[in-house]
């Protein structure tokens, strides 16, 4: 099979979408979706308790729209279970100090993936792919994920997908801008829920400079399922993972 090595893509990711999100800037979002026939992932927080998402009213139809987006092709992907930390393990990939799932019991974890999924399959939704809350999760959630039918992760910082095991594809998810300095598959991730007018307006100009470029999560499973992972998947991620780091800390150094 031939992988674009030489070719830049994107994959769209909206995180913390739930019945009390910001839906009033998403209708706007959803509407840019459609117009370019782009087909997101979806991160849906089947029973939120994080009061830093949940300041909106909730929207009566919500359950509505999640399968409008759902026939529309939109990837509903399930992200954690109530999107509450309760850990300071950093996870697999190390991106995070907080974590609804790394380092907890393992019986545990069960219950919130068990309860999450059937809350979605309540709605009509089969989820098949996961989304770490804060990108923080370990070995066991793996474990418990496959165990449940999970075949895609979406998370880490390498360039390009590669297969965790014989079971599942791990997608990695690498940015919060259309922008890119080599050549890869990209997940850009975003948060709406806080955006204004401008963030929108932004949004609509990359869409449209870049929509040659942008794929759907069938596309990158037919070009990159059975693919393994290399020395150079670890060596980018390693450098993709320090200058995270580093930005953070010199926007932080700046008060930002």
């Known amino acids: 099979m ?17 019945e009390c999100m910001n ?13 370019y026939k782009i087909k997101p992932l979806v991160a849906v927080i089947p029973k939120n308790k994080d009061s830093s998402l949940g300041v909106w009213p909730k929207n009566a139809h919500y359950k509505d729209r999640y399968i409008s ?14 999107h509450v930390y309760i850990s300071s393990d950093q996870g697999l990939f190390g991106l995070s100090p907080r974590s609804e799932f790394a380092g907890v019991d393992l ?28 990108h923080s999760f370990d070995s066991d ?37 259309m922008n890119h300095f080599i050549p890869g598959l990209y997940t850009v991730c975003y948060h709406h829920n806080n955006w204004d007018s401008k963030m929108l307006s932004q949004f609509k100009r990359d ?17 990159y399922m059975g693919r393994r992972k290399t020395w150079s998947d670890s060596l980018l991620a ?3 993972k320090f200058l995270t780091h580093y930005v953070k800390t010199e926007l932080r150094s700046l008060g930002r």
Request: aromatic share 10%.
């Open 107 to 134: 019986i545990l974890q069960e219950q919130k993936i068990s309860k999450g999924k059937a809350i979605l399959q309540d709605l009509g939704i089969n989820p098949r792919c996961w989304i770490g809350p804060n």
């Open 207 to 223: 869409v449209a400079v870049h929509m040659d470029k942008i794929v759907c999560l069938d596309d990158v499973l037919e070009q």
């Open 238 to 240: 390693s450098a993709s």
């Open 69 to 82: 987006m759902s026939n529309k092709g939109y990837e509903m992907c399930q992200h954690g279970y109530d």
């Open 23 to 35: 839906w009033d800037i998403w209708d706007q979002i959803e509407e840019v979706l459609d117009i």
């Open 141 to 177: 959630t793996i474990t418990i994920l496959k165990d449940h039918g999970f075949s895609v992760i979406s998370d880490s910082l390498h360039r390009l997908p590669y297969m965790y095991d014989e079971e599942l594809i791990i997608v990695p998810c690498q940015k919060w801008a």
């Open 2 to 18: 031939k992988y674009n090595f030489f070719k830049s893509q994107f994959l769209i990711r909206f995180d913390d979408i739930h």
